[in-house]
């Protein structure tokens, strides 16, 4: 394999002639030297290629080479002159792979990151996108190792399934029927049994029922996978499709699995500090000044702790501040998030024992008979990152919770059993990954931490 250009700069100037490949960002020319900027995409901050005109004497060619142009350059690594850069390329030979014409949309100079949206199909070449693709991908492997470094065992769950997970109906259908004239019952209604499954399904939203039939067999698992939300909500932190990390955990009650999700975010957000400097520095230089200072602030500091009926409390004395006051029953919402942990924790934050009808069937009933087990683990800036509880591990109060919320019972038999047959307590959690890229990068709208947003409206490319 060649040599990327991320190594190529970390070599000092030698002798050796190299052959460096990759696209021209830019391209400054004067009466004697030409300079571009080549990069592969290894790396933030391209070579500088010196051209000598004198030498080089072929005009055509380099009039050729423009802003996108696909270059092979052969030269020998020299000290540079310039302050920007340690060393540069001085070249010998020019060859163009692939041309690019003037119509190219990125050219020198700012592109909103709107526009940046409507070509995503080039948007990695620019600097931010690329950085927070290596960024993505650095923090992937962040999370295997933690996992695997501690003995869990990684598990695909399905990503079509014929329960609703969290059973707030915002799933996308998955149907073979015909659907200007689908197979109907004498009711009327569709008859799902003609449909390819048999019956109705649909993309998961999250995988955490079947996980928790493996951590039910194998005691610590965790899974990372695409899930899937039909949720209208047209905000900077929410994709109708997005990635999700979600460990679980035999033995272990909440208590654990907080303890868990606080040093698993610390452990990745030093993984990306430590091995991804020149990115991280470019977004805290460029997206968000002061972003490595709080994220270091994160991982030196313990998370705070509150119950929701303690936060819904510190929320009530300032109730005049919020566009959506609350009342002990309301579900948090990001204003309500980011004054908790920016103006009472100055912390991330881990909020616990929420009422029960604003959360999920699967959590685990506190004896108070009003409110679960749950806990979101909020940051500053960003709100909820992660979100989790201890599960409910007692068979009749599960089945009495199905019952209560209307669900349909038959579709939960498996899940049911696990609670029949060495049922034992347990936890785990969910963590958006792409609020984690938001968060270690500052990059302020989610759209823009995934190759291709999928949202309201839009799923080009
Ligand atoms: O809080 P949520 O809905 O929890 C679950 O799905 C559980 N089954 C997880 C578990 O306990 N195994 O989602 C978990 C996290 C949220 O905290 C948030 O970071 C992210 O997933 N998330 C989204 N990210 C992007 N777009 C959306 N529409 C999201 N919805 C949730």
């Known amino acids: 394999m060649k040599e990327r250009i991320k190594e190529i700069l970390s070599r000092g100037p030698s002798e050796e002639v190299l052959v460096v490949d990759g696209w021209v960002r830019t391209k400054r020319d004067s009466k004697n030297v030409c300079f571009l900027e080549v990069n592969d995409g290894s790396v933030v901050k391209g070579l500088q290629v010196v051209i000598d005109k004198a030498s080089f004497n072929n005009d055509e060619l380099l009039s050729s080479v423009t802003t996108g142009t696909a270059v092979e350059c052969t030269g020998r690594l020299v ?12 070249l010998s030979k020019l060859d163009v792979v692939g041309p690019c014409p003037a119509d190219y949309p990125l050219q020198k100079k700012r592109h909103s990151i709107e526009f940046l949206r409507e070509i995503a199909h080039l948007r990695g070449r620019t600097n ?102 039909a949720e209208n909500s047209n905000t900077t932190r929410h994709l109708a499709e997005f990635w999700m990390v979600e460990p679980e955990m035999a033995f272990c009650d909440l208590d654990g699995d907080a303890e868990v999700a606080e040093d698993f975010l610390k452990h990745i957000f030093s993984y990306v500090l430590e091995h991804c400097s020149s990115d991280m520095d470019f977004f805290d230089s460029f997206v968000l000044k002061g972003n490595i200072d709080t994220l270091r602030h994160v991982i030196e500091t313990p998370f705070a702790r509150m119950t929701y009926t303690d936060a819904i409390a510190e929320l009530e004395k300032v109730n005049s501040r919020f566009e959506f006051p609350v009342h002990w029953g309301s579900d948090i919402q990001t204003e309500h998030e980011k004054f908790l942990t920016e103006e009472v924790c100055h912390s991330p934050v881990i909020v616990t024992d929420y009422p029960k009808e604003i959360k999920a069937f699967y959590m685990k009933q506190n004896d108070d008979g009003r409110t679960v087990r749950g806990m979101d683990v909020l940051v500053p800036r960003l709100g909820e990152i992660i979100g989790g509880s201890e599960r409910e591990a007692d068979y009749d109060k599960l089945l009495g919770r199905i019952r209560e919320l209307g669900l349909e019972e038959k579709d939960y038999w498996w899940y049911l059993e696990t609670r029949r047959f060495g049922s034992v307590p347990h936890s785990g959690f969910g963590l958006g990954f792409e609020r984690a890229v938001q968060y270690v990068t500052g990059i302020a709208n989610i759209r823009d931490v995934i190759p291709y947003p999928r949202y309201v409206k839009s799923a080009e490319f």
């Open 128 to 229: 931010m996108i690329g950085a927070a693709m290596r960024v993505r991908s650095s923090l992937a492997y962040a999370i295997h190792s933690y996992f695997q470094d501690r003995g869990f065992t990684y598990i695909n769950t399905p990503l079509i399934t014929t329960s609703d997970c969290e059973g707030a109906g915002e799933t996308f259908q998955v149907t073979t029927l015909d659907l200007e004239a689908p197979p109907r019952k004498e009711d009327g209604s569709v008859d799902y049994s003609k449909d390819f499954f048999g019956k109705k399904a649909s993309l998961t939203v999250s995988g955490q029922l079947e996980g928790e039939t493996y951590a039910l067999a194998l005691r610590d698992i965790y899974t990372f996978g695409p899930t899937f939300r």
């Open 79 to 90: 000290a540079s002159q310039g302050g920007a850069q340690s060393v540069e390329l001085a």
